[in-house]
Every structure is written in C-alpha cells, then in structure tokens.
C-alpha cells in the first residue's frame, strides 16, 4: 500500500507540470509551511510579493525586509539591495520597494542554484538604471520576428480581461531585473496612442508595477496627422507640438508612472522628422519636451540607413554624429550593438565611443532573427559579453562600451524580446537563456556568459555540475559554432530574403534595394570575397577610433573574426598571419599547431565545416547530460539540436558551393565533402523557413 | 597560331565524346595508321572483329593471330587462348575463333593498362564454360529492378531496326569474356515464343554471334496453354512434351546456336510443374529433352519459397535436395549465391554443397536492387569474392564454391544484368564496374577484387597509380559501407515495400505476405532482434555441412557479421568474444584496440554510424583523386556520392531510431548523433526512391 501510494504521488507529481518550459527559470519547490519573513514597513504590493515569494519558497533562516531611509533623489527609482546574514536571521535592505524585490530573487536565485553560503554579505547595484525589453508586437497580435507563437497580449480582450501570464511576464522579468518594457512594435501603429489603445496598456501597467516594471510604447512620428486629423506631423509645427503635449499629458493622467517613447523614424518607411526637412534631434526634442515634465523620457533609435547612400554600415554614424550634443537630456539615442543589424557576428557600432555628448543606450536582439530563429540553440550572452568587453578607446584604451553606457546621466540598455504565447514563452527551451542572459547583463555586464550559463541552468534544470558543466559547454560554444556554419571570417547578410532563417548568398530580387540583398553584403567575385571598408574602399573604419582604425584597415591585423567585414580578400590570399587570432577550426584535426599556410579559399571551408562539428559535438554533448533531466525537456532538445545538426550541412553546403562558383577551387580533400547540390538548395521554397 | 591551333585541337578533341559513360571500359585511342595483324586462317566474322580490334587500337609489335587444331570435342567452344611474344612479334593462339577474340580483347586490356612487358607468356582457360546475362527485361521496354532507364532491346523496332547499341553490348561483353544472354524477364511473357518474337530474338543473335554471345530466353512454364492452346501445361502431359520438341525444333530452325532456356517455375506467382502435381525435376526434365538433341540446356532457378511454409531461407534447400539426382545431365539448377534474395550480405545458399549430384550454377545480382540501385556507389566483386571463397565442406575442408562450382560437366554462372538504354548503360559510373567484375570474375574467380578494380579504372579513367589506388580504396570500401549503414551484423531485408531503395523497417501492409516484410526477418522485439535460426530456433543452421552447422549455430564461433542472421540476441548481449570477427568499425576513433566489452545495441549503433563514416570518406578520397579525370565524370560521380552521403544518414536514423522503440535505450554519446525524426523519416513517400 505504502508503494502504491508513493506511486500514486509520483505520478501525481509529474502530472502537475508539463515540462513544457512555461516554469521558465522558476521552480522552486513550495514550502509546506510558510517561511518566516517580517517586515515592519507599510506591506505595499511591491514589498507583499517579496514576502510572498520567500514565505512561500525561502528554505532558510528568518528573514527581515527592511527599507532604509535616504537622502538620494533619483529620476529612477534606486534598485541597489544588500543581504546581510545575522545568527539566526538574515536581512534584506534597501532604500526602494523594489530594491527589496530584487533582493528577495537574489537570494531565492543562491539557494536555487546552491550558492547559498552560512555568511551572506552581498550588496548588489545594477550597472544599467533603465533594463527595458522592446516587444515588436503588432496591434494584430503577431510578432514581428517573432518565433513563439501570437502575441502575449491580449489586446482583444484587454482592459477587462487579464490573462494570469501577464503577472507571470512580470515576475519573471522582476527575478531577473528587468523593469521596463515597450509593449509594441517599433514599427508602430498609430493607433496605440488612442484613448481606446491607452487603456489597455494602463491595464498591462497595473499588473506591471507592483513588480517594478515601467510601461514604454513605441509611437509612429506621424501620429499627430494620422490619429490627430492635423495637417502635418513637422515637429517644429506649433500644432503639433501642442498635440504630443496634450497626448502626453492625458497618458500620465492614465498611467501616472508612464516611462516614456521609443522611436524608429525615418528608417525602413518609417515616417520621421526628415519627412519635414527636420533633423532627428528636432524631432526627438519635441517629444521629449512633452515628456520632460512628466518624467518621461524618449528612446530615439539610431537604426537608420538609406538606400541611395553609401556603405549601409557607416551611415547611423554619419546622420548621427553631426547631432552630437543637440539632443535634450531626456533623449537617450538607441543603439544596436553592431553597424549593420544583428548579425550572428559584427564589430561594435562605432556610434559608442562616436556620441561623446549624447545619451546612448545599447540595443541588443534577444529573439534570434539572424541565429537560427527559436530553431538554434545559440547563446548569446557571448556575443553580449564581447560586445560590452570591446574597447571604443574613445577616452583612450579602456573605454569599453560597458563602461561609457553605464557612466551617464542616464544608463540604459534595451533588448529586443523573444517572447510569445506559446506556452514555453520563447518557442524552444534553450531561447529562455538568452532573456535571462539579458535581464542578468542589464543588471550586470560585468557577468561572464559561463557564469550565466551555470545559474541559469542550474535553476532550469539541475543544480549538479555533471549536467551543468556540459550543458554550459554546448551555450558556450553555441555563438561560435553559429558563425562558423552560417557566416565565418566577418561575413554577414547571407539570409534568406524576408524571414532570415536559411541561406541564400545567391538572392537576387528584382527592383529589391541593393543593400536588403547578400551580394551587396558579401561582394563574390572573381578575384575574391568581402566587403571592403577600408580607406581604399567604402572607408567605414574610420569611423572607429585609433588604434581600431588602423587595426582594421590593414589585413595583417585586423582579427581574423573580421576580415570579409573589412577587407574584400583574395581567393588565394593567405589569411593566417601571427597577428591575426587563431581560430580553434583549424585544430579539428587534433594537430596541435594552426597551419601556417591558407587560402582564404581554403579557410572559409574550414570554418563551415568546423561549425557542423561544433553541432554534432553539442549533440554528443546534449546526449550524455541530457539524461540526466527529464525527458521531455530532454527530447524536445535533442530533436532542435537535430534540425541545427541538418540546417548547419545546409549552410554550409549552400555558401561553400555558391562561393565555389567565384573561386573556381575544390573544397579541400582532408575535411567533410557537401551533400548537397547548390542547385537543389537553389529550388528550396524558403518561406516554409526550413530545409526538411 | 600554333597555340590557337592546339586550343582548337583540344575542344575538338573533347568534343567528340561527351564524357556520358557510353564508351565504357573500351576507350582506346584509335591508331592513326593500322596495327600490322596477321591471320593466315580464314577471316570469319569473330576473327575479323579481333583482327579489327587491334588493328585499330594495337600500339606494338606484330600480331600473328593462330587457330590452332585441336581433337577436343565438347558441347561449348573452348574459349582458352595464350599469347606468346616473340622478338619482333606477338602470337595469339587459340583452337576457336572466339578464342582469338578473347586473346586480342587480353593484350588490349594489358596494354590500356599499363601492365604489358617485353616478354609476355600468357595462358589463359575460363573457370566458367557459360558465363551468362540475365536481363530482367520485359517485352513492353521496361526493367525489372533496373535502374539505367528501359530496355536496351528495341522490341518494337526488331528484326527490321538494329540499333548500333546491340553490336557496342556485345562487344562490352566480348571483351571480359561474357558468351551467353537471356534477353528476356525470369517472369517470362509466353509472347517469346511466339514466331514474331523469335524473329526478332534472331535479329540480336545474329548481331551478336561474331562476339561469341548465344542467346537464351526466359520461358513460360504455362506457354503451351496461353500460347499453344493446349488445354494443359501439364509437362508429363504428351501433347505438352510434343509442343515444347516442335517449339524448341523451330527456335533451332530460326537461331541454330541457340543456348536453351532459363525457367523461373513455381515461384512468386509463376507456373510451374507443381501446378499439375508434378515436381521441378519433372519440368526442368522435359523441357531438357526437348532441347537436349540441339545441344541446348534448362537453366532451372532454386529461388522458390512458400508463403505458408517456415523460415524462407530453408525452402530452397528443403525443395531440391530431396530432387538431387533426378535431373537431366543437361539441365543445371541456378542458385542465388544467398539463400534469401541478394541482400547486402548474406551467408552462401546451402544448396551450394547441399546438391551432390545435380548441375549448380551461382546467380549473382549485378543490378543493385539491394544495395542503393544506380544512385550508390557499391563495387560488387568484393562480395562475390567473399561467396566464390565461401567453404562448403561438402567434402571436406577446401570444398570452396568456386571449386565445386567449376568441376562439373557444366560450369556455368549468371549475373543479373544492370544494362539498360541510358547513355552510360548503367545509370551510373561506377555500376559499370559490377558489370566488368561480373564478366571477368566469371572467366577467373580467383582474380580478386583489387586487380578488378584496378584494371577497371585504369582503362574507364586513366592508368595512373595516382588515381587508380585511392580510387580503388573507395571501391574496396563501398560494400561494407553499405553494409554498416543499411543492416550491419547479419539483419536483413529491412528495404522498404517494393522498391527496395530506402528503409523501412517498420513497413506493415496490410494482408502482404508475411515473408515480405521486414519485420519477418528483423524479428526486433523488447528483448532483441534478429532471426534465430539455430537449432532452437528455424534449425536452418542444419542445411550448411559441420563444421559450419556448429559454428553457425553457437554465437560465440558465429562470425559477428551473420550474428543477427542465425540468431535473436538481446539487447544487451556482450557481441565482441574472442572468436568473433572482429570490424573496424570499433576503431573509429582511432584506438588501436577495439572495446572488449560492448552490447549488441551498442555494435549496432556503431555499426551504422560507421556506414556513414566510410561514404564521407568515400568522398574525401574522390574528391582527392577525382580531380585527375575529366570533368564531367568527376562531377557527377561526386553527385552521386553527395546522395549516398545523405541516404547513409537517412539509413542510420531510420534504423536505429526504430530499433530504439525496441531496445529503449539511448544512442551512445561518444557517437554522431541522428539529424532525423522517426516519424519524419516515416512519413516520406518511398514511392520516389529517395529521401530528398
């Protein structure tokens, strides 16, 4: 009887839960009885989900919330918390509510993944003020580069009905730090600024705050003629500008604690200031004159290029760079990370370090449009951590892009979101990474990707280094393996037209704008391959300061991760050089060292086929730990990892072959041969988005 | 100009054949002035075409061609000849015409591949007196399992019309010493007997004849009825016998040379005597009588199995040899070299030694039914070399199957031809090889794989060690690696339903034939898989002579690579013991000493990813020495092994991922892991033949 029952509970245990991913990285095992936790301070609904949170999964020691006074005045709430263990207790402290908040997942975040120490002394500040989710939702419930389904808002059904997963976003995004969210596309409907549409996001603003999280909202710049029946949108308009006011003014009144606007203008369509023969700060001014006495404050994204202009990757740059120091203090210009647009790699915008009297925030993309989509599993906390890592050397060596964003008036940084409705939020287990990778850098770019990786894991599967330790292996190695079969060497743009999931280096749409096009991007030819930006060609490094300039204008320095970025190369050129970096791709072969002698040719067929090994590592990888979780989160891995191991042969097939057909050479004998045709890649319908 | 000249030269110059494969292994360089031949015997028709052939292609010394007397009569021509140099002269000498021509196609061969020396001393005598095709063609111009387009025989256009491709086929097959053809299907139209058809059978004999080729047809057992009008085939019936004797009497009035027949009776859906009661002695006797004052022979097939009866691969056995010494001294019983139905390895047909005092002749498949049809790259003589070699112990050690198989008073082998109208007669490059291997094996099974192999690319490609010997290494390979990625370790017919091209291990029609399906034969189940065929089990292991019985019979003396034929063995069996063989395929990751200690799933998923392994590497070796032929060629044989590359994969998830519903046990993860879903592979519509 004792066995049947334990069985019978066993069952039921599993039952509970569908491992379908909808926990995310919050599992923790409820408390049969409640924990102790006091807190003598007024229980406000930010401090009553705190307490909650511990009293139901806090295994330890009584615990106090404690606010402390302060004489600090902030425009941002003051997020820093210290946990200090006593004897018998231990507490929490900090100047805000929410400060408290975070404190409470901090240590809930130790004991998960089995940090917890007997002395706790832990006092944490997070570097970035602003740490805001962009949501590309459009009113219609789809999500532009969006892989986990429909929309997680409901606008149909809001304000009156709030689906129980909008309290779940908020507290995931609080566990992590997050406190800001854009809840539309940047491709913006007017129509979110209608009274209709504001009262909706004030009812997702609600359920947001008591977990610290500001509402954002994307606004198209012609809103004012659009919804507003006004004659035109000229920012420096007196009509208009009275309208943006009274806008302004009537979603404070609705949503008192309203963060403010993010901005895509006169980029891709976009209507923007240059409609009316205006710069990007006048029009950025004008909105965040209105938000000014608000508190609000206005995100203007730097994401600009033009189709007739010059070399795409320098021209955010030259727009932006002749506005230095004429943006108000409440703009803060939105930066992607690299020039071009989320590329599996790319060298650091040459915006941070270029703005030296402008508020710059960083863009980073969690949804991974141009790694593999939800399909990859690819971590990118690397890229993230190489990013903040890169050196602008704008004030001299080690001005890091972590360092410059976070020394600001206003520090903030933005990500682009990769949630859905689907029920495990972000369409495969392994995306779940990269929000929280996000939401942890945001608080602290200081991180390691491993570090991440580990607690991550820990907390999502097992807190036992036999599975994390190998699992961190394949996040780690994910980032590189995706470059090398998709776009080794500085490569870049060699995707599918539209959805971006497949390779296509050959495209080639008629009337397309030369620059929504691989060739412009990878420039094949005859003589060689890469696009050159060097001071004999389109001259983008010198929009990087010195020594980067002259590090990437010569070939015999510049890193080898970038050489197809800036230099269109040779076939026969030989790439190794001492200065170049050394790429693991080449040690396949268990050699111990790099051969001294290679073609670019010869490369490029390194690197693609070291990225399919990569792959059919990770899954070795995945077969041995995997075990030891369960098997359905262990399955649905293993199939993605399948489907990774078949696109990355595709990839690597469909650019070798086509770049074949420029260099005239064999692929060399000693590595894996294709096993495709280039002819057949050529007929595969990609809008079904996948090869099989 | 000169060099204008020598360009145009060497277009023109590749121009004129168009590297399709139709010139075959015969691509001498026509001399510019006549070789110097002399015959001072009559120029017949067969020692005019060897007199030609060197003439034309002959690049030494003086050729005497001598037809020397003989007193030896025998009911077929003897085909020996030696070749003799001299100072400033070469003899061919042979007591027949054809003899002759085989002697010229001899010196050819050594000259096109560079092994002739000054001092050649050369006697050759065919093993095999009929050294016969079999094509499965049918009247209405298509194949049976041929996979090089339609029939080669334009019935159609016959007798009127003779394509020049009939005089090309039969040279091919003169010049490897093939003398013999059925030109129609084993599942036989009773239509060839009419006079219209025989007609047209005439029209190819007599193109035919000057090579040394008979014609033999594939007969109806029930033609007296369906063509005669009788109202019986009955073959003790008198008006039966006397329709066959005037049937036979006007085929030798048309075709005086005329071979005999091959019967395919009582056998999938054929007549046949046991029709009428009567026994295959019985019929093939009859026939025999009828054919026997012309000196015409019955080539009767064994490939007979009941879908009632037990183990299909006791039936053969089981039906003939109670029959042993009952059939007529001119009818010699065919016999697949397996006892199932050319499957990619199989253990010898017991018949082969189980019939002491009976006519035998092997049946090989040319045409890779089993084995990935045109589209695989699988070299064939190494698994005939494997049978010829097969010990018998029917009298003892040393009863080898060659021996036996060539010490009767007919010596006679089939092939299964895979000729077909396409340009390159075979669908494929390097199925032109199993063709040659067949013909010359055929003249001399002690020759070996490797010089077949050898000889045959140094006269289709080119006579440089640099290409022949990787080259060669590829197709030495090629059969286990087919092996190791369709069914390694003794499985068996897990083909999917008819078309035998992909896997199906799964496959379950509704009402089919038991025996015609793969679960029959895989017999995979929770505890294990295999046939067990010991003597607990079918007792087939009872029909080979000791010691064979017992090895067979006991799985630590059966050889690894039949361990799955002869027996169920559970999932976690030890497979390695001592007296196993052992496969390379353990050493894959280059450890000098295969693991003691593995399990049979553990073998099988070594197995199979192995498979995979050997085709990439295949490809490696193709794409090394493949750069040193043509273009053309090249390329498409590349192609070609691309498919394989993908198919060996499809292969190894279909089986495996189905055996692991049985053995419940992962894929060891110090392997490549599958790319595919189960249910993915078995939702592809096999009607097409391919994965992709």
Chains 1, 2 share one sequence.
Not at 28 to 51: D, F, G, L, M, W
Not at 110 to 134: C, G
Not at 355 to 360: A, D, G, R
Request: net charge negative.
């Amino acid at each position: 009887m004792k066995f049947l029952q334990l069985t019978l509970f066993l069952m039921f245990a599993q039952a509970v839960y569908a491992e379908d991913g909808s926990r995310l990285w919050l599992r923790y095992q409820e408390n049969s009885s409640r924990a102790e936790v006091i807190c003598k301070h007024k229980i406000t609904p930010t401090i009553a989900v705190a307490k909650q949170e511990l009293e139901s999964n806090w295994k330890g020691r009584k615990i106090y919330l404690q606010i402390l006074s302060s004489k600090k005045t902030s425009p941002h709430p003051d997020d820093s918390f210290s946990i200090i263990s006593k004897a018998n207790e231990i507490v929490i402290s900090s100047i805000s509510e929410v400060g408290l908040l975070y404190g409470a997942y901090h240590l809930l975040r130790l004991q998960e993944t089995a940090q917890l120490t007997d002395n706790v002394n832990i006092s944490e500040t997070p570097k970035y003020n602003l740490r805001i989710l962009n949501h590309w939702d459009n009113l219609d419930g789809t999500v532009e580069r969006g892989y986990a389904g429909g929309s997680l808002w409901q606008w149909n059904e809001l304000p009156e009905n709030l689906s129980p997963r909008y309290r779940q976003y908020a507290r995931a995004n609080a566990s992590i730090g997050i406190n800001g969210t854009v809840v539309n596309n940047v491709n913006a409907s007017p129509n979110i600024l209608t009274t209709h549409y504001l009262q909706k996001v004030k009812a997702l603003a609600d359920v947001f705050r008591p977990y610290g999280i500001k509402i954002y909202i994307s606004v198209n710049f012609s809103s004012p003629a659009i919804i507003g029946g006004l004659p035109t949108s000229d920012p420096l308009n007196s009509e208009t500008i009275a309208w943006w006011h009274s806008k302004v003014a009537e979603i404070y009144t609705i949503i008192p604690d309203f963060g403010g606007f993010l901005v895509k203008a006169n980029s891709e369509g976009q209507p923007g200031p240059q409609d009316f023969g205006r710069t990007h700060a006048d029009g950025a001014n004008m909105l965040a004159a209105a938000l000014k006495k608000h508190g609000g404050i206005v995100m203007w994204r730097a994401f600009v290029y033009n189709p007739t202009a010059g070399d795409r990757a320098k021209q955010a740059f030259d727009e932006f760079t002749p506005l230095d120091g004429l943006f108000a203090d409440n703009v803060i210009v939105q930066v992607k990370n690299g020039p071009i647009d989320f590329q599996p790699r790319e060298p650091f915008n040459p915006l941070f370090g270029g703005l030296k009297k402008t508020l710059i925030m960083p863009e980073l993309q969690i949804t991974q449009e141009y790694l593999g989509q939800s399909k990859h599993l690819v971590f990118l906390a690397p890229m993230w951590q190489d990013f903040f890592e890169s050196d602008t050397y704008c004030n001299g060596q080690g001005s890091l892009i972590k360092t410059i964003t976070t020394n600001q008036k206003i520090n903030a940084i933005a990500g682009v979101a990769n949630i859905g409705e689907d029920a495990n939020w972000c369409g495969s287990h392994f995306a779940q990474a990269n929000w929280y990778a996000f939401g942890r850098m945001a608080w602290n770019p200081n991180l390691t990707a491993e570090q991440i990786a580990d607690e991550w894991l820990a907390q999502t599967f097992i807190p036992d280094k036999n599975f994390t330790s190998p699992a961190t292996d394949i996040m780690l190695q994910s980032w590189e393996a995706c470059i090398n079969y998709m776009m080794p060497l500085g490569l870049h743009h060699l995707f599918a037209w539209e959805h971006h999931y497949g390779p296509q280096p050959w495209c080639d749409i008629p009337d397309a704008r030369e620059d929504w096009l691989p060739k412009y991007y990878h420039r094949a030819d005859s003589a060689g391959l890469g696009f050159d930006r060097t001071t004999s060609g389109s001259n983008a490094v010198a929009q990087y300061h010195s020594p980067l300039r002259e590090q990437f204008d010569d070939i015999k320095t510049c890193p080898e991760k970038y050489a197809l970025w800036f230099h269109h190369l040779k076939w026969n050129d030989t790439l190794y050089t001492e200065s170049a970096q050394k790429s693991s791709c080449y040690f396949e072969n268990g050699s111990e060292s790099a051969p001294q002698n290679f073609t670019l040719w010869e490369a490029l067929c390194y690197h693609y086929n070291y990225g399919v090994a990569q792959v059919r590592q990770m899954q070795k990888t995945w077969q041995q730990c995997g075990q030891m979780i369960d098997t359905e989160r262990f399955v649905r891995v293993q199939s993605g990892l399948k489907t990774q191991a078949r696109d990355a042969m595709w990839w690597r097939d469909a650019c070798l072959l086509y770049f074949q057909t420029f260099s005239k050479q064999q692929i060399p004998f000693n590595m894996e041969q294709p096993v495709y045709e280039l002819e057949d890649l050529k007929k595969i319908n990609l809008g079904n988005g996948s090869l099989n």
